[in-house]
């Protein structure tokens, strides 16, 4: 089994004993052989949190995500248990008298199983204050791992050093039935985790793994491999694999189906402890003597392929499984939401797939993997043709596909029967990675893309690109070369080609240079693909959908999640697409759309004019905002429906008369800023009264205040003096009233504002009338402050001449502070 094996997490640390995932948080759990509690990120490698459990060996760990704790059981007999949010100690109390050597949590009941050296199973409900519901009695040596069976939740078997596994039910405190597993003592059993067989699977100090029939109590296969003892073994819960490890230090793969040995991980870290398999992904963690590693093994995107009808199949393990999207009622689709899709098992295939093509009009379907091809008919899941390879490509006709053996050789078959004459030429030069079909065949290496011809097998044109993958379109002319971080699209000129080829150019090495140009380079990462027409549509690692047409790209919508793009069913208007346990999901997008943006890119605004009233109304703001991004804001204006769009547009253009009329139509509150760039537009284009229009309903005095100046409206500049005073804008009244040539009104503006320092002042320069009044008040204010004194040396200065300067600095220092505060307006143009 071909699979990617890459190290995620390498941390060294105290011996691991105990090890899991947490399902929904990027964490690990690791029990330390110190006493020690660990959480990693295995994203990152950081270490999140430690806790200080026991001073004694903690030998078994367990999340429980539910609850937010974790559960931990030690050589000090305790069973502790930690919320590993607060760090708050739960509970703990001695759980057996002798050690604690492994626990497993219920998966649906508030129940945690602990198996101890005294022999015993027991059961503790947490929801009864950790009380002990039931012990389970029979084995005679120590308990070395409990595992729920994931078909039946009240049944679970357990592994013991006395050589056997027991089956029991929750209620019973005896055995339901036993099993001489082994020749020496068992160190643990796990169930298998799918629904089609009755398996159970057992490690050894015997150095075997083995794999029972439950049901028939009979082995199904021993696996022999380890040097010494062997401590886990597992079933993988999405890849055909069982995992094993132990005293020899290595950890092995055995293929599931074939019970052979696919490979063998060695990390130098002595002995392998524990293990822990993230069921939502494809990563295992094991704990070492030294520390603890965390490999992803294979992908996570799903296997699977849509025919251009719409018929959806994919893989799950050795199963194949089928849908028919083409039979969703529109009607009941809303963007986003997931679609209830009929599944059907159509039967399995003898390899583990690692790609699935279907041919171009959808007949046959093609699984590779494992170094091997097998072609099937769709319909019936017939064996068509087989062979070694580890990539496949169809042509564009459905009857010629090639298939890549090793990294240089490249067969050429026709009508299932390889193709005599010329390979393709340079194959056997070239280290290639993986083909791809379309046009023209491309072989993909590091570093460079080769196409070539099907028929003649020359080479069309060899680029320098890092490509991960190669899409052609359905009409033969574009291509688009993805790479790690952006792609390229290219559009092909056959005639380009066969004009120079008529030449007499040479293209035995690197093609034809005039065969191919460059329409367009995108930076956008590209995860899944595909081309409707001319119109490219694709995922991109940051949880977008985008298309990509003409020389640019555009967002239909972003999602919270990955999402692998399925196709596009024309009679839908709608892209399908699917999470990784191909959950349908799906978002509209018309074509009549991308015909539309094709036709304008190409300047037929003739043809263009003809498709839009084919486009769905609730994609018109879409057309929209395409015309505008073209500089077509007159043909924008008459598309768009969304009102803020069309303000917008009436605006850049200067339709005032239309952004008016918007205007009036929204709710007051929403309007005030519409109204308020309708006035200064309005300025811009010299319309006066249209802007003092504007500026009056959206309450911007200050500029309406600058245009009465403007415009010298003396009895407007007297009703904006009386309306920013009553919406508390004293400023701006002052200023109205000082411009209107009526110091007296000002001095009373002041003093009512209590500002009568400044009231005094101003009197004393610009209405000596006001001054008695001013200063009356200015007494007053300071005898409100208890400052009596101040204020009758203001009154009597000769008098009290130091009272009378204290008293001017305090209003000096007052007046400065509003000046600060207010700067003076210039009088007279002064």
């Known amino acids: 089994m071909l699979l990617d094996v890459n190290r995620k997490l390498f941390a060294r640390s105290d011996r691991v004993k105990g090890i899991d995932f947490h399902p929904t948080e990027p964490w690990l759990l690791t029990g330390l052989y110190n006493g020690t509690v660990n959480i990693y990120n295995h994203e990152t490698g950081a270490l999140v949190k430690t806790f200080e459990v026991a001073e004694v060996p903690v030998r078994c760990v367990r999340f429980i995500p539910r609850k937010n704790w974790f559960v931990a059981g030690s050589d000090d007999f305790q069973l502790r248990v930690f919320n590993y949010n607060t760090h708050e100690k739960v509970a703990a109390f001695e759980a057996h008298p002798d050690y604690i050597r492994c626990l497993t949590v219920h998966p649906s009941a508030s129940i945690v199983l602990t198996g101890s050296d005294d022999m015993t199973i027991k059961a503790w409900d947490w929801d009864k204050q950790w009380r002990c519901i039931q012990t389970y009695e029979g084995h005679t040596h120590y308990i070395m791992n409990i595992a729920v069976n994931p078909k039946d939740s009240n049944t679970f078997a357990s592994a013991c050093l006395d050589r056997t596994v027991k089956m029991w039910s929750l209620g019973a405190p005896s055995a339901n039935f036993t099993m001489e597993a082994h020749d020496k003592g068992v160190n643990y059993v796990e ?102 590693v965390v490999v992803k093994l294979g992908r996570d995107e799903p296997t699977f392929s849509m025919d251009p009808s719409g018929k959806l199949i994919y893989t799950r393990t050795n199963e194949v499984l089928s849908g028919n999207i083409q039979t969703i009622a529109d009607a009941d689709i809303t963007d986003g939401n997931r679609i209830p899709l009929a599944i059907k098992e159509i039967g399995t295939t003898e390899i583990f797939a690692t790609s699935l093509s279907h041919s171009p009009n959808g007949r046959f379907v093609t699984v590779v993997g494992d170094g091997e091809y097998i072609v099937y008919t769709a319909l019936a899941w017939r064996n068509k043709a087989f062979g070694n390879g580890s990539s496949f490509a169809w042509a564009g006709d459905s009857n010629t596909y090639a298939v890549l053996e090793g990294r240089t050789k490249v067969r050429v078959y026709k009508n299932f029967r390889e193709r005599p004459g010329a390979p ?114 694709y995922t991109l690692a940051s949880n977008r959908l985008n298309y990509f047409v003409g020389s640019e790209s555009y967002t239909i919508t972003p999602f919270d999640q990955p999402l692998y793009l399925l196709g596009y069913i024309p009679a839908h208007n709608r892209v399908y697409l699917a999470d990784k346990d191909l959950s349908v999901y799906s978002y509209a997008l018309s074509l009549s759309l991308v015909e539309y943006q094709t036709a304008v890119l190409r300047g037929d605004m003739d043809s263009a004019a003809e498709i839009l009233p084919t486009i769905p109304k609730e994609q018109r703001n879409r057309v929209a905002s395409f015309l505008e991004g073209r500089g077509l804001k007159e043909l924008a204006l008459e598309v768009t429906t969304d009102l803020d769009q069309k ?43 249209l802007a003092r229009e504007s500026f009056e309903k959206a309450g911007d005095l200050s500029a309406l205040m600058l245009l009465l100046l403007s415009i010298g409206d003396k009895d407007g ?114």
């Open 191 to 292: 169930f298998y985790p799918g629904a089609d067989k009755p398996y159970l699977v057992t490690a050894s100090d015997d150095k075997t793994v083995k794999i029972w029939d439950y049901l028939s109590k009979s082995c199904v296969q021993t696996l022999e491999s380890h040097t010494n003892n062997v401590l886990f073994a597992v079933f993988h819960p999405n890849l055909p694999l069982i995992v094993s490890g132990g005293e020899d230090g290595t950890v092995k793969l055995w293929n599931s189906g074939t019970y052979r040995l696919e490979n063998t991980l060695s990390y130098a870290l002595e002995r392998a402890w524990c293990i822990a398999v993230r069921k939502n992904a494809n990563e295992v963690a094991v704990g070492y003597d030294e520390g603890v």
């Open 424 to 537: 393709m030429k340079g194959a056997g030069s070239w280290s290639l990675e993986g083909l791809h079909g379309g046009t023209l065949l491309g072989g993909r290496g590091s570093g460079f893309v080769v196409f070539w011809d099907w028929e003649t097998g020359e080479v069309v044109r060899r680029i320098d690109v890092d490509a991960k993958d190669i899409h052609w379109s359905g009409s033969g002319e574009l291509v688009a070369l993805c790479a790690e971080d952006s792609y390229y699209v290219l559009r092909f000129d056959r005639d380009a080609y066969n004009t120079k080829l008529d030449e007499g150019v040479d293209a035995s090495d690197e093609g034809v240079e005039e065969a191919f140009e460059i329409v367009a380079e995108i930076p956008e990462q590209v995860k899944t693909a595909k081309w409707i027409g001319d119109c490219f549509i």
């Open 647 to 689: 303000f917008d547009l009436s605006l850049q253009l200067d339709d005032l008369d239309a952004a008016v009329e918007i205007a009036r139509q929204v709710p007051e509150l929403e309007a005030e800023p519409k109204w308020k760039a309708i006035g200064d537009r309005a300025l811009a284009t010299w319309r006066f009264d």
């Open 717 to 830: 500049l007297a009703k904006l003096a009386v309306s920013a005073e009553q919406k508390g804008q004293n400023n701006l009244a002052f200023a109205s009233l000082l411009q209107l040539g009526n110091p007296a009104a000002c001095v009373e503006l002041l003093i009512k504002t209590e500002r009568t320092p400044e009231a005094a002042m101003f009197a004393r320069t610009y209405i000596p009338d006001k001054v008695p009044e001013a200063v009356s008040a200015w007494r007053s204010d300071l005898q409100g402050k208890n400052k009596g004194k101040i204020a009758a040396a203001i009154a009597s200065p000769d008098e009290n001449v130091e009272l009378f300067e204290e008293g001017w600095k305090d209003s000096v220092h007052r007046l400065e502070t509003a000046e600060l505060q207010h700067p003076p307006l210039p009088i007279n143009g002064e």
